[in-house]
Antibody
Framework: QLQLQESGPGLVKPSETLSLTCTVS??????????WGWIRQPPGKGLEWIGS???????YYNPSLKSRVTISVDTSKNQFSLKLSSVTAADTAVYYC?????????????WGKGTTVTVSS | DIQMTQSPSSLSASVGDRVTITCRAS??????LAWYQQKPGKVPKLLIY???TLQSGVPSRFGGSGSGTDFTLTISSLQPEDVATYYC?????????FGQGTKVEIK
């Protein structure tokens, strides 16, 4: 059974870079049938798609965050990662990683449990 | 960017009621629409994709319809375990925008 697990610091200082990793278990990240993505949810608010990556390294990002976001993949470790630079309090959220089914476009069928990131000095 | 608007923002219904949630896209998205259920304090769960295809394991009381700009999620007989916030999401192209959510409660 496929599982995704987010990991990374729970507290990040303003202006610094948020870094998270998603470890995929029970399946290969190198499948041609899926993209892998990040979604976030600020406290008490709705869901926001951040960006997604294919195992080859092909990425696409939310234009509203594109200037600050980098998503990368490490197939040898079955992991993909998120970096969000110049964070502010508005980036405080639960961050989820997810698998996206290519059908032919991409919806999220498996989600990680999420990790809370707080931006504060 | 295409905007996704859900209505209502919240609703309260009795157990056994038929519940309908609407999602409207600001431009046509064919049938590239998914619905997710998020129970309080839990992870979002995929209910429906391709506007009307039920994800494996999802109870048959959930149904989806629509194409183009107007979509509907229906719960044919509301159960206590259906208390949650429901989100639509377009995935025809980036950005994969979510609706603002509809909170469903039991009356």
């Amino acid at each position: 059974q496929l599982q995704l697990q987010e990991s990374g610091p729970g507290l990040v200082k303003p202006s610094e870079t948020l870094s998270l990793t998603c470890t995929v278990s029970g399946g290969s990240i190198s499948s041609s049938s899926y993209y892998w993505g990040w979604i976030r949810q600020p406290p008490g608010k709705g869901l926001e798609w951040i960006g997604s990556i294919f195992y080859s390294g092909s990425t696409y990002y939310n234009p509203s965050l594109k200037s600050r976001v980098t998503i990368s993949v490490d197939t040898s470790k079955n992991q993909f990662s998120l970096k969000l630079s110049s964070v502010t309090a508005a980036d405080t959220a639960v961050y989820y990683c997810a698998r996206l089914v290519i059908d032919p476009n991409y919806y999220m069928d498996v989600w990680g449990k999420g990790t809370t990131v707080t931006v504060s000095s | 960017d295409i905007q996704m608007t859900q209505s209502p923002s919240s609703l309260s219904a009795s157990v056994g009621d038929r519940v309908t949630i609407t999602c409207r896209a600001s431009q046509g998205i064919s049938n590239y629409l998914a619905w997710y259920q998020q129970k309080p304090g839990k992870v979002p769960k995929l209910l429906i994709y391709a506007a009307s295809t039920l994800q494996s394991g999802v109870p048959s009381r959930f149904g989806g319809s629509g194409s183009g700009t107007d979509f509907t999620l229906t719960i044919s007989s509301l159960q206590p375990e259906d208390v949650a916030t429901y989100y639509c999401q377009k995935y025809n192209s980036a950005p994969q925008t979510f609706g603002q959510g509809t909170k469903v409660e039991i009356k």
